[in-house]
């Protein structure tokens, strides 16, 4: 909203606000203020100046009835985003907005022009007028590829995370299902592709932020997660662009590779029989550091081995590095630039259901359309011709914006 005024309640003259409470009063208000709206609660005033009449609710109101259109001037005390309509029942076609929870500086909002109409308690902005997950549709594959697929019905499909912390299983049908209700922003990178504790389902990796610690999140098939469990003690901070490639070693276990930030080497690190993790081997000997994105997109040019995509930072390229018996081969350009413009590369599986592997990527502000800005939060996808390269992008759904975590 453009017309609103801004200011701290402690600023008003004469008042002092702390974190309990009104302290100090000049003169005992005649009318409801400011400092009457409960801790937990949104509360609108009648009064332009956040005076008069005071209404407040801590839960949503589909039709405001005898406050329809009447307030004034606002404040959200809870804990939650409020989103505020000019319609009843949550319509988003008359226009909204979504105000954040005032936090301790007790921020109100006055000379408001008085047309809100419903009022929506959400976590996260998109649930103003989206689901809290993105739309992701993906066609049946005539073949179990081994990963992308977290609960085995061969539709490929993919995790994201909310700014609000939450992690959502989409299977593909449009729909999407909680998978994580919170604590998921405490990681940094999340990784999946195939199985690694050897029950024939996808499992999630992924490192917390504070500890270095890598965990696997065994998937249960239905595209939940299990109990987690440590493979990696400490450490993984000094690493980059952690990603599950495959069984690049050829025993059947799903493999991670990352780069060591200290030296721009890229490692193997081997999946065991017990879910854990081998003694890691040197599959790149230098230069990764200028590799901004992994991508473990399977057996993209058809030889039975698992490859690696990587965007190159400098250049916004795409490159293919074919797998080898526990290594890679010589590279080979996927994509001439344009590629920063995507906030990671998303491993999918079969989209398309062709059984050739594709990929999806979801832009960032840096995305560019023909030289121009793009838009941030456009799903694209990429068909994988089969021979390691990739059909032109398709955007597929301009909805994906404030998410992150694509797996
Ligand atoms: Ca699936
Ligand atoms: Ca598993
Ligand atoms: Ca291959
Ligand atoms: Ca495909």
């Not at 606002?74 to 008359?94: E, H, P």
């Not at 909310?162 to 919170?182: C, E, V």
């Not at 526990?326 to 590629?339: E, M, P, S």
């Amino acid at each position: 909203m453009g017309n609103r005024f801004t200011r701290g309640v402690a600023a008003v003259a004469g008042l002092v606000l702390t974190g309990t409470g009104l302290t100090t009063v000049s003169a005992a208000p005649a009318a409801a203020s400011a400092y009457d709206c409960p801790v937990g609660y949104f509360c609108g005033w009648s009064n332009k100046t956040a005076t008069g009449s005071m209404w407040k609710t801590k839960t949503s109101v589909a039709d405001l009835g005898g406050w329809d259109n009447s307030i004034h001037a606002l404040m959200n005390r809870s804990n939650s985003i409020v989103c505020l309509y000019d319609a009843k029942n949550y319509d988003t076609s008359g226009g909204y907005w979504a105000e954040q929870p005032a936090g301790p500086e007790d921020v109100y909002y006055e000379n408001l022009s008085g047309t809100i109409s419903s009022i929506k308690f959400i976590r996260t902005e998109r649930e103003c007028g989206h689901n809290a997950y993105p739309s992701w549709v993906a066609e049946t594959s005539p073949r179990a590829l081994g990963f992308g697929d977290m609960n085995g019905d061969r539709r490929a499909d993919v995790i994201v995370r909310d700014k609000a912390g939450r992690l959502w299983f989409t299977p593909g049908d449009t729909t999407g299902h909680l998978i994580g209700s919170g604590g998921w922003n405490a990681m940094n990178a999340l990784t999946r592709h195939g199985d690694f504790n050897r029950d024939g389902r996808e499992d999630l990796i992924a490192r917390e932020a504070s500890t270095g610690k890598l965990w696997l999140y065994p998937g249960t098939g239905t595209g939940s997660l299990g109990t987690r469990k440590l493979i990696g003690s400490g450490g993984w901070n000094g690493m980059s662009n952690i990603t599950a490639l495959g069984d690049l070693t050829g025993d059947g276990r799903s493999d991670l590779t990352a780069v060591e930030k200290a030296t721009g080497k890229l490692y193997l690190y081997p999946g065991t029989s017990t879910g854990t993790l081998g003694s890691r081997k040197l599959i790149g000997t230098g230069g990764w550091n200028a590799m901004n994105a992994l991508a473990g997109v399977g057996d993209m040019n058809g030889d039975g081995r698992p490859d690696l995509y990587a965007r190159e930072a400098s250049t916004g390229k795409l490159w293919l590095y074919p797998g080898r018996p526990a290594a890679l081969g010589g590279r080979v350009l996927v994509g001439k630039g344009g590629w920063n413009g995507m906030a990671n590369l998303i491993a999918v599986g079969d989209v398309s259901g062709d059984g050739h592997p594709d990929l999806a990527a979801v832009t960032n502000t840096k995305n560019t359309i023909d030289g121009y800005a793009g838009s941030a939060g456009w799903l694209f996808t990429y068909q994988g011709q089969g021979n390691g390269l990739l059909a032109g992008g398709k955007p597929t759904d301009g909805e994906w914006w404030g998410l992150n975590g694509f797996c």
